[in-house]
């Protein structure tokens, strides 16, 4: 029988203000090129989420306002769903404004948006620039270290707790915070990071292990040679 992919959206049309639905076109690609069953749902405010009903959950970025809306829906109706799904070693890949709701909370001033607790972080709103540029990072996802590119554009900080793991470190650019060398964070099959672009076009080799996670396979390789380019494109942008 043949294994399909089951990917759920979580605020599709409010955070996806990077074009990040990029990212579900590259996994629903890569699925159908091997032969792999690909089926795709969304859920937004007021939904229930059914932990069982995907293998990799995602969440992209948005506007302020739309993140305030989306981190107390997020934490009164899908926080207990989320520890469900990653204590079940589901995938859940959050980008930019969705990673920052992963953590604890997000200080913008003088309010405070909630997020789901998932991993240890919190992100506050510091004075200063936004970090913005084209970024680089290493990172090691149980196959070996490999660089993921991409774009960063946050005004948030972001600061693992102690004893939290980032998703790599920094090669080129800021990271989570300017300051730290370290970008993203990764626990078991939960993954933030702040790099869109969109993240798995310019990274195929980490949709392929978005994948296999996701699924509890190895995967075939591909004929990548065009991926290939678009990803030493990224580097060579980001100055690696």
Known sequence: MTATLRVCSLYPELMNIYADRGNIAVLRARCEWRGLGFEHSGVTVGDALDPDSADLFYIGGGQDRDQALVAR??????????????????????????????????????????????????????????????????????????????????????????GERPLGRVLKGHGNNGGDGLEGVHRGTVIGTYLHGPLLPKNVWLADRLIELALGVELDPLDDRMEEAAHASALRAAGV
């Open 73 to 162: 829906d997020m934490a009164d109706t899908k926080r207990d769903a989320l520890h469900a799904a990653a204590a079940r070693d589901a995938v859940v890949l959050a980008v930019c404004g969705g990673y920052q709701l992963l953590g604890h909370s997000y200080v913008m001033g003088d309010e405070e948006l909630p997020g789901v607790g998932l991993v240890d972080l919190r992100t506050v709103r510091e004075p200063g620039e936004r970090l913005i540029g084209n970024c680089a990072i290493e990172a090691d996802l149980g196959s070996g270290p490999r660089v993921i590119a991409g774009f960063e554009n946050h005004g948030g900080r972001t600061y693992l707790g102690a």
